[in-house]
């Protein structure tokens, strides 16, 4: 009997998982994924990097660049914006501003996000770009500028262009890039009503409202596109950016993407900064804060290095000053490095030159690299030493002067042991974003991490 409602429950398991399987490839339009909005690292994928129409996601860019113009000051929010008869002529979904007429800044934000006016994204282009073509150019550099390699954008709103395309990685990567450097703008995609003109717009992401922890993104469709959505959610401090592409309803979709923030978020548990929940060390507390310096900028960084307590011993300053593939040496950094991030409570960047450790090295020739310049995150690895050697083969492929960058290793510390994360250093903005469009799988990490 039992072994009848054994065979029963494993056949309803095999069939349901072969169904969602089948499902998920017999729609073509369908595609997602779910990252960690802090380090970039993919939880969850699927077809995530094929070329698909992202409808009003588009908006997403339109926004940015909205929001570039007022970091610099060119546009204000209550500005007004000018709408052409070009703008006005839009399909809905719309406003039904008339040619001629005005809105300001700030509602043309709150129309996008909360009515996805396709008549608002046409005048915010003009506004910018000049014209709605030029302007589409202008979200085309700006996309391969953050690392969005396979998307091409021919208009503002997202209508039905064979041409323009993206991915649901690239809308994971440009949803991360607006959440990390536009913090203040992005609480606008959390706007879930809207009055304008004595009429009432609600949000068309409904599950905002519905799904704990979760604060925007945007909707996007088309007939070409099905139904799509890039959402973010935070739980217990940890964010998770989720996308999905295809959807045949808004109700399945947002049935779908509630299952895979779900499924995100117990992931993401697995992957945590390091605090102080594992023992620490109970001798050379000195050293120890000594080892932490390396991770701050400072003009005396060499000068608190050299004045280390001379109990510390030539050994371990050379390993954590210099790299090394020897494995039992990879064991000592990583033993050091996990004391340093339990030790500190926080998350921890050690540099690591690419020099093979010498026995007769100078033992004050130590360097402090300036972790405040961008970097650019290669990968998260089970050892220093595999982490160490994926960053100097990546050296090897890149053009100059992104090759004089320096490697860097954050540890983290995840329920099932340690990770390392590989990093490189000394970009600027620009030039970390370049050398992830040249490598094309890799994610640029502002200064503050």
Same mark, same amino acid.
């Given at each position: ?13 095999v069939f ?6 089948s499902?998920?490839?017999a %729609? =073509?339009k @369908? ?5 960690d ?10 077809y ?5 129409? /992202?409808?009003?996601l ?9 929001f ?6 060119? !546009?204000g929010?209550n500005? =007004?914006?000018?709408?052409? $008869?070009?703008?006005a002529n839009m399909? /809905? ?5 008339k ?18 006016a396709?008549?608002? &994204?046409?005048?915010i282009a003009?506004?910018i ?14 996309? =391969?500028d953050i690392g969005?390699?396979?998307t ?12 323009? +395309?993206?991915?649901?990685r690239?809308?994971a990567k440009?949803a991360?890039y607006?959440?990390?450097?536009? *913090?203040?703008? @992005? ?10 003109a004595?009429?009432?717009y ?5 599950? #905002?409202?519905? @799904? ?8 996007g469709y088309?007939?070409a596109?099905g139904?799509?959505? !890039?959402?973010?959610?935070?739980? %217990?401090? =940890?964010r998770i950016?989720?996308?999905v592409?295809?959807?045949r309803?808004? $109700? ?9 923030? %779900?499924r995100?978020?117990r992931?993401i548990?697995?992957?945590?900064i ?5 023992p620490?060390? *109970?001798r050379? /507390? ?8 390396l991770?701050?900028?400072s ?10 307590n001379?109990e510390i011993?030539m050994?371990?300053?050379e ?12 064991k $000592?950094?990583e033993?050091?490095? #996990?004391a340093i991030?339990?030790?500190t409570?926080?998350?921890?960047? +050690?540099?690591?030159?690419a020099?093979k ?10 360097? !402090?690299?300036? !972790?405040?310049n ?9 050892s220093r &030493? ?6 100097h083969a990546?050296?090897?492929?890149? *053009?100059?002067?992104y090759?004089?960058?320096? /490697?860097?290793i954050?540890p983290?510390k995840t ?6 994360r ?21 994610l640029?990490v502002?200064p503050r %991490?």
């Amino acid at each position: 009997m039992m072994f009848g409602r054994f065979l029963t429950l494993l056949f309803t398991f095999v069939f349901v998982c072969t169904f969602h399987s089948s499902e998920a490839q017999a %729609n =073509r339009k @369908y595609a997602s994924i779910i990252i960690d909005a802090e380090t970039g690292i993919v939880l969850e994928q699927q077809y995530a990097d094929k070329h698909l129409h /992202p409808a009003s996601l588009t908006k997403i860019m339109t926004l940015l660049l909205l929001f570039e113009e007022i970091e610099k000051d060119r !546009v204000g929010f209550n500005d =007004r914006i000018r709408v052409s $008869r070009h703008a006005a002529n839009m399909v /809905p979904s719309k406003l039904g501003l008339k040619a001629g007429s005005s809105i300001r800044v700030k509602d043309a934000i709150n129309a996008l996000v909360t009515k996805s006016a396709n008549d608002v &994204a046409v005048a915010i282009a003009e506004k910018i770009g000049g014209s709605e073509k030029s302007f589409a150019r202008m979200m085309t550099r700006k996309a =391969r500028d953050i690392g969005m390699s396979n998307t091409t954008f021919r208009n503002a709103s997202g209508l039905h262009d064979r041409r323009q +395309v993206s991915t649901a990685r690239d809308m994971a990567k440009l949803a991360r890039y607006v959440i990390r450097n536009y *913090p203040q703008e @992005y609480k606008f995609f959390s706007l879930q009503k809207f009055t304008y003109a004595g009429k009432t717009y609600r949000n068309h992401n409904r599950l #905002m409202g519905k @799904y704990k922890g979760m604060d925007g993104m945007k909707t996007g469709y088309i007939s070409a596109a099905g139904f799509n959505l !890039v959402a973010s959610a935070v739980r %217990n401090d =940890r964010r998770i950016i989720a996308v999905v592409f295809g959807g045949r309803t808004s $109700r399945s979709r947002n049935a779908h993407m509630e299952v895979l923030l %779900n499924r995100g978020f117990r992931k993401i548990n697995d992957i945590r900064i390091a605090k102080a929940d594992i023992p620490l060390p *109970p001798r050379k /507390p000195v050293f120890l804060n000594a080892l932490a310096a390396l991770s701050k900028v400072s003009e005396h960084g060499s000068k608190q290095i050299a004045s280390m307590n001379t109990e510390i011993g030539m050994g371990f300053r050379e390993l954590i000053g210099q790299g090394d593939f020897d494995v039992r040496l990879a064991k $000592r950094i990583e033993t050091g490095l #996990m004391a340093i991030s339990a030790h500190t409570k926080k998350n921890l960047t +050690v540099p690591f030159p690419a020099q093979k450790i010498s026995q007769h090295s100078n033992r004050n020739s130590m360097q !402090v690299y300036n !972790v405040k310049n961008w970097s650019i995150q290669i990968g998260a690895y089970k050892s220093r &030493a595999q982490t160490d050697k994926v960053l100097h083969a990546i050296l090897t492929k890149l *053009p100059s002067p992104y090759s004089k960058a320096q /490697p860097l290793i954050a540890p983290l510390k995840t329920r099932s042991g340690w990770i390392f994360r590989g990093r490189l250093t000394g970009f600027s903005e620009k030039q970390a974003y370049a050398a992830c469009r040249h490598l094309k799988d890799c994610l640029p990490v502002a200064p503050r %991490n």
